[in-house]
Each structure stands twice: as C-alpha cells, then as structure tokens.
Nanobody, 130 residues
Framework: EVQLVESGGGLVQAGGSLRLSCVVS????????IGWFRQVPGKKDREGVS?????????YYAPFLKGRFTISSDNAKNTVYLQLNSLKPEDTGVYYC??????????????????????WGQGTPVTVSS
C-alpha cells in the first residue's frame, strides 16, 4: 500500500522557519521521485514547490522560491524533508507530499503538458502570520 504521510506544518510568524516531513511507504527509491505541492488560498490550482529524485539526488525548485526552501531525502528512513525559511504570508497554504515517476519528475513538478504526480498525501497546513 502506498502511503505519503506529511507532518511539520503549523503557525509561524513571517520570517520564521518550518521543516516539513514526508514518510514514504510502498514506493521504491529507484522508481519514484518525491515532491511537494501547495494549495494557496485564492489560487485555483495547486503549484509545484520542490522535488527530489531519491535515486540521483537531483533536485527541482519552483522559480518563485528564490532559494528560501531546501528539499532533502533520507533514504534509510524513507523520509523526505522540506525546510522552509524566510517564510512570507503568501506561503500560507496546505502543503502536499507527492510522488511520481522519477524519470519524468521535472515534467510533473512543473506541470508540463498536463503531467501530474501519481500519488498525493493528505496535506499539512502552513500558516504564516504577518
């Protein structure tokens, strides 16, 4: 059974930090990359934030992040982390851990030609107060 279980969300003041965790089960490290999407209030679509190929360590970051977030993977623990620094009120939203084909992870992270992740977690809320 595939499971993506997120944790670490919460309420933080602007400029603060959070670390999100995603425990992955039922998916091979070789075949599935892990990413983070978010649903921001007022926006219609979920947007890709960051992703990592657990096989190669290659990472992807959405251009709007400008270096504020860092993704990492501990394959021994089957856990992927997203470190959120210099948080802004506009980062408020629900953050979802996602998984998909590691060979095409850039495509589904950036929603190229309609590509989407295959699996989604339940999400963890992040609220940044001003």
């Amino acid at each position: 059974e595939v499971q993506l279980v997120e944790s670490g969300g919460g309420l933080v003041q602007a400029g603060g930090s959070l670390r999100l965790s995603c425990v992955v089960s039922g998916l091979s490290v070789e075949d599935y990359a892990i990413g983070w999407f978010r649903q921001v209030p007022g926006k219609k679509d979920r947007e890709g934030v960051s992703g990592i190929s657990r096989r190669s360590g290659e990472t992807y970051y959405a251009p709007f992040l400008k270096g504020r977030f860092t993704i990492s993977s501990d394959n021994a623990k089957n856990t992927v982390y997203l470190q959120l620094n210099s948080l802004k009120p506009e980062d408020t939203g629900v953050y979802y851990c996602v998984a998909g084909d590691t060979r095409r992870y850039i495509l589904w992270m950036a929603a190229v030609d309609g590509h989407e992740p295959t699996y989604w977690g339940q999400g963890t809320p992040v609220t940044v107060s001003s």
